[in-house]
């Protein structure tokens, strides 16, 4: 087991941008944790890790195998064996059954579920080993019903909340608590408010408000663990 020069426990952010991945490292930078950022774009991580203190960006493609086990054996060596992997790694194409392709569809499956499978399978051992440890999955509510154009997100979504299901049936009595964040609303990011400058902040999911619920989860006592949590801001039908 490697550590990190501080001494400090691990947070992944797997799917690391603007909005909830940044305000998922800002809470955990804060929390005192080293987070580690991972994205495709090894430039772009880079410089949001750079304005996180005690944060570091990892070049990391979550749909690839191999591309996972370099960048986890990266963090597992920099920093130590991670406590907590926040999964934020998401694929939002949006198109109907008619218009959707295959290849959109397999992108969506690969980042949204077999991502969360690898990440996953990364960090279980050292856990099951120290007997603790979180792994938090950031979902829709796609994952509960079909619409007509979420074709590729909604059964990509559903995949993912089920086998965060399967994994906590059997990781929480190994002392590791595998969580569900349900999104139900649009979250506020800076390419959202270009889109919709209307849009009232309190009918947008305030990034912030989502990493405290994330954190709170990693915190909870493990007589009285949560598994799966929406999050949705005051003014969304629903």
């Not at 005192?32 to 960006?57: C, H, M, N, S, T």
């Not at 792994?135 to 007509?148: C, E, H, K, L, Q």
């Not at 909604?154 to 995949?159: D, M, T």
Request: contains cysteine.
């Amino acid at each position: 087991m490697t550590s990190n020069a501080d001494d400090k426990p691990v947070a992944v952010v797997a799917g690391a941008g603007p909005g909830n991945g940044q305000a998922l490292a800002h809470r955990f930078a804060q929390a005192g944790y080293a987070v580690a950022l991972l994205a495709r774009d090894p430039a772009r991580v880079e410089a949001l890790a750079a304005a996180i203190p005690g944060a570091r960006g990892f070049a990391c493609d979550v749909g690839d195998a191999g591309s996972v086990a370099s960048a986890f054996a990266s963090i597992r060596s920099d920093l130590g064996d991670v406590d907590a992997l926040l999964f934020n790694a998401g694929s939002g194409v949006f198109a109907d059954i008619e218009a959707i392709t295959a290849e959109q569809f397999e992108t969506a499956w690969r980042i949204n579920a077999l991502g969360a499978l690898l990440c996953a399978q990364q960090v279980i051992p050292a856990m099951v080993e120290r007997g603790r440890g979180s792994i938090v999955f950031i979902g829709a509510t796609a994952s509960r019903r079909g619409g007509i154009n979420s074709a590729a997100f909604a059964p990509a979504k559903a995949a993912q909340r089920s086998l965060a299901e399967s994994m906590a049936r059997k990781l929480w009595p190994k002392g590791i608590h595998v969580a569900l964040v349900i999104i139900d609303g649009i979250v506020d990011t800076p390419a959202l408010r270009k889109r919709m400058p209307d849009k009232p902040a309190d009918a947008l999911v305030s990034p912030a408000a989502l990493a405290e619920t994330v954190h709170a989860l990693t915190i909870q006592d493990r007589r009285g663990w949560s598994f799966e949590v929406e999050v949705r801001p005051f003014l969304e039908p629903w």
